[in-house]
């Protein structure tokens, strides 16, 4: 078979997740200025402006440095959540199609009982619950990160688990199945072995899916005050900085911005593996 | 016989989703750190705590509480919103009827705005499926739906409001204010919504659509010489529009209530808002109630959903001619 070429959204998305990669990993020694110490002599100036690529915000925070610093926590939070999501629901899932029976309905229903609750919502009260252990709120940075990927976890478990349900139902009733069940094999041993490997490629394309989403719903609980709150994420910054979009609205465009593009170029992913499956079960 | 049994089981369905739904979130509000009677009168005494907590049922035990919510909804109360003078001045559905009409009127619009966006765009990509047209709409389409509703939201603001000072970026006004100021306040939170639903729509139907489109009725019907228009609406719209409308019927359930981010960004206070409040707030009754409501409406838009299926293909109708 002829190599195909590459479409050139390929690199492009791959161009810029690699550039936020870098970013998160090696930002924070470029000789930018400190993202947390203000430059008061350049307040709150626009783009492209001498020593602020990016301009600053309203207390002359470098905007290319905080969003480069952004990076790192986004992504962070977003794939540590998505792929805790994909281990939990893919085993769920692959574990409800292949059991059937009662423990397919419960788990069916337990993913049926928590998405009819909107997700946002569903997140809101989870990071209430788990963020403020005593009645002030005084939570410490990490704590509200592990808080935050913790609930992302639990809200995208039933949407990724009923995908891998769905995903694992059609290759449990094939015949290798079983043929392996009639030569003894355990059932862990089944799922593993033989459903798995089928259900992976789904479960990766949806969970390029999910990560973009988490970023979104990410930046939209910061938006609702209760994501990490000292501008160390896009959303974070979303959240502070749309105060003032009327008079900096830069400073907003930024990381909505940093956001969509992360977001597009995920979903591109998602999409092309996507087409490579559809592809390889065509063929078959 | 078979098909009433079929309802039943739904029904049955439904009850026990309903029963968990508001028993799980009974549970969340109860974990909630700090209480309302902690939240409400922080300087009390541990005797007056204890009064008070009597007085919110919140002294009781998880399962108690609940089966007392259950019985009061059962009778129509649907609790009431704590306050500081400690009267019970506010029921909930008090405050529903203020927010009910906004989350309403938000969702219907989002709906039926995108619909009449995607179906057209969808019919023309995918009647001219792989033209320049068809690549270009589909590609842009695909770059709007990974932007998030709230950027698109601010951006809106920022271009509508700030730049042409056309549209008041902010607050609800219902049509008794005027069909105009409605329309008005509505514009830009729907248009944010809609951006990525029209996406979503435009790529289910265009999927859809060129799936027909390859049936052997589409070229038999060609071939009797019907118009392209007549065919396209006829026998292709029809059976390929039915994950569209489940799409779309799950939608707005997920809308009431979950375009919560939309709302605070434009200030309307939706549902949505509300449940935000109300869980910052500790008000454990309006919480459960109005989750319990959301549910119940995203529910109710699942079998519509299921029955919509069944009335436009009759191939899935349940057990007919078999």
């Known amino acids: 078979m002829a190599v195909k070429r590459k479409p050139i959204g390929f690199y492009l998305a791959s161009g810029w997740m690699g550039l936020c990669v870098l970013m998160s990993t090696v930002g924070g020694f470029l000789p930018l200025p400190n993202w947390k110490v203000g430059d008061y002599d350049n307040l709150g100036v626009g783009l492209f402006s001498p020593g602020h690529l990016l301009g600053t915000d309203t207390s002359g925070i470098d905007q290319l440095s905080a969003v480069i610093n952004g990076t790192r926590l986004s992504l962070t939070i977003s794939f540590t959540a998505a792929i805790l999501g994909i281990l939990i629901g893919g085993f769920l899932g692959i574990l409800a199609a292949y059991s059937r029976g009662w423990l397919d309905s419960v788990i069916l229903m337990y993913f049926n009982v928590s998405l009819s609750v909107p997700t946002i919502i569903l997140a809101l009260a989870l990071v209430s619950i788990f963020a403020s252990s005593d009645s002030m709120g005084q939570t410490s940075a990490l704590e509200r990160i592990g808080t935050l990927i913790l609930t992302l976890a639990i809200v995208l478990i039933p949407i990724l688990g009923r995908i891998a349900r769905a995903s694992a139902l059609s290759w449990t009733g094939r015949d290798f199945v079983l043929a392996a069940k009639a030569m003894g094999m355990k059932p862990l041993q089944i799922m593993w072995n033989h459903i798995l490997p089928n259900v992976v490629p789904t479960l990766l394309s949806i969970g390029f899916l999910a990560a973009g989403v988490l970023i979104v719903v990410e930046g939209g609980l910061a938006i609702l005050g209760a994501g990490v709150l000292d501008g160390s994420t896009w959303g974070a910054m979303l959240a502070t900085n749309r105060q003032l979009l009327t008079i900096y609205p830069h400073t907003t465009l930024i990381p909505a911005a940093a956001i969509a593009m992360t977001v597009l170029s995920l979903n591109y992913f998602a999409d092309y593996i996507r087409n490579i499956i559809d592809g390889r079960e065509s063929r078959l | 016989m078979k098909k009433f049994q079929n309802i039943t089981t739904r029904l049955a369905q439904v009850v026990i989703i309903l029963v968990l739904v508001t028993f799980g979130i009974t549970v969340l509000v109860r974990l909630l750190p700090g209480d309302p009677a902690s939240t ?73 705005f995108s619909l009449l966006c995607a179906i057209p765009i969808a019919m023309i990509t995918a ?8 690549r270009i709409t589909s590609n842009l389409l695909f770059g709007f739906s990974a932007i998030p509703n709230f950027a698109i939201g ?20 219902p049509w008794r204010d005027g069909a105009w100021l409605h329309v008005k306040s509505m514009i830009l939170p729907v248009l944010s919504l809609s ?13 859809d659509l060129i799936a027909t489109l ?11 010489g019907l118009s392209n228009r007549w065919i396209l609406w006829r026998h292709v719209f029809r059976p390929s529009s039915l994950t569209l409308l489940t799409t779309a019927a799950l939608n707005m359930g997920a809308l009431i209530g979950g375009a919560v981010i939309i709302e605070v960004v434009f200030a309307l206070n939706g549902l949505g808002m509300f449940l935000q409040a109300s869980i910052a707030q500790r008000q454990y009754l309006a919480v459960q109630s109005t989750v319990a409501l959301v549910a119940a409406a995203f529910i109710l838009f699942n079998v519509c959903a299921d029955i919509l299926y069944g009335v436009l293909d009759p191939r899935v109708r349940a057990h007919r001619g078999r």
Do not use: C
Not at chain 2, 196 to 205: E, F, K, N, S, V
């Open chain 2, 40 to 112: 409400y009168f922080p300087y009390a005494t541990p005797e007056e705590l204890k009064v008070l907590r009597r007085e919110y049922g919140t002294d009781k035990n998880l399962f108690a509480y609940y089966i007392d919510w259950v019985a009061k909804v059962f009778r129509g109360d649907f609790g009431y919103y704590y306050s500081v003078n400690g009267g019970k001045a506010l029921s909930v559905t008090a405050m529903w009827k203020q927010a009910m009409p906004v989350s309403l009127w938000l969702m219907f619009y989002t709906v039926v």
């Open chain 2, 127 to 134: 009647f001219r499926e792989g033209s320049r047209v068809d």
């Open chain 2, 154 to 173: 601010l951006g809106l603001v920022f271009v509508f409001a700030v730049q042409f000072g056309l549209l008041n970026p902010v607050g609800y006004h």
């Open chain 2, 195 to 207: 951006v990525g639903q029209i996406a979503a729509y435009t790529r289910l139907l265009r999927a």
């Open chain 2, 214 to 224: 390859k049936e052997d009725f589409v070229a038999m019907a060609s071939s009797k």
